[in-house]
T-cell receptor, first 115, second 110 residues
């Protein structure tokens, strides 16, 4: 199993550009989430999904869109990149036990710089 | 407001000394709690979950509902324990989402 795969690993964008961070998992996990990691801020939840076709906002959703058309994929779209979105982005997925996520598996991250 | 707090951003102890990383939460109900670890230049990994009462790499954590705490402990620190540690409650009322504390960077000195 590949686990959780994120692409690209590194990206530099100009302010105003849009792009999609890809996340795929091959573990048939129901739950998927996107986080951003910033120094001194820890990990903050951007968006999450509890299954295909179901998404919801996390703590810091502004400037980001998500969709979940399949169980495997959960792309994160930056609509108009801003320097404040410079961060490391992590995707995570979890299986369900007793109707609840039992423990998330994380991708290796995407380091995004917006200039 | 519902939140999770890790009061120590940095913690430094000597090898062989006991370690305690603090985590307090203020969520209503009974969230499930996890500890995650991130070693240098690696992805986050699940360290333990309170539901299964596991002990991984010598670490344990007890959920104290009275104090709303879930402190991570290890009796004898090892140099390879140096890492970033995150406490994370899974909010189970209304939404199944994992929210992280700000993290504690643990450094074990030789």
């Amino acid at each position: 199993n590949a686990g959780v795969t994120q692409t690209p690993k590194f990206q530099v964008l100009k302010t105003g550009q849009s792009m999609t961070l890809q996340c795929a998992q091959d573990m048939n996990h129901e739950y998927m989430s996107w986080y951003r990691q910033d120094p001194g801020m820890g990990l903050r939840l951007i968006h999450y999904s509890v299954g295909a076709g179901i998404t919801d906002q996390g703590e810091v959703p502004n400037g980001y869109n998500v969709s979940r058309s399949t169980t495997e994929d959960f792309p994160l779209r930056l609509l108009s990149a801003a320097p404040s979105q410079t961060s490391v982005y992590f995707c995570a997925s979890s299986y369900s036990k007793g109707g609840r996520p039992y423990g998330y598996t994380f991708g290796s991250g995407t380091r995004l710089t917006v200039v | 407001a519902q939140r999770v707090t890790q009061p120590e951003k940095l913690l430094s102890v000597f090898k062989g000394a006991p370690v305690e990383l603090k985590c307090n939460y203020s969520y209503s109900g009974s969230p499930e709690l996890f500890w995650y670890v991130q070693y240098s230049r690696q992805r986050l990994q699940l360290l333990l979950r309170h539901i299964s009462r596991e002990s991984i790499k010598g670490f344990t954590a007890d959920l104290n509902k009275g104090e709303t705490s879930f402190h991570l402990k290890k009796p004898f620190a090892q140099e390879e324990d140096s890492a970033m540690y995150y406490c994370a409650p899974n909010i189970i009322q209304g939404a199944q989402k994992l929210v992280f504390g700000q993290g504690t960077r643990l450094t074990i000195n030789p």
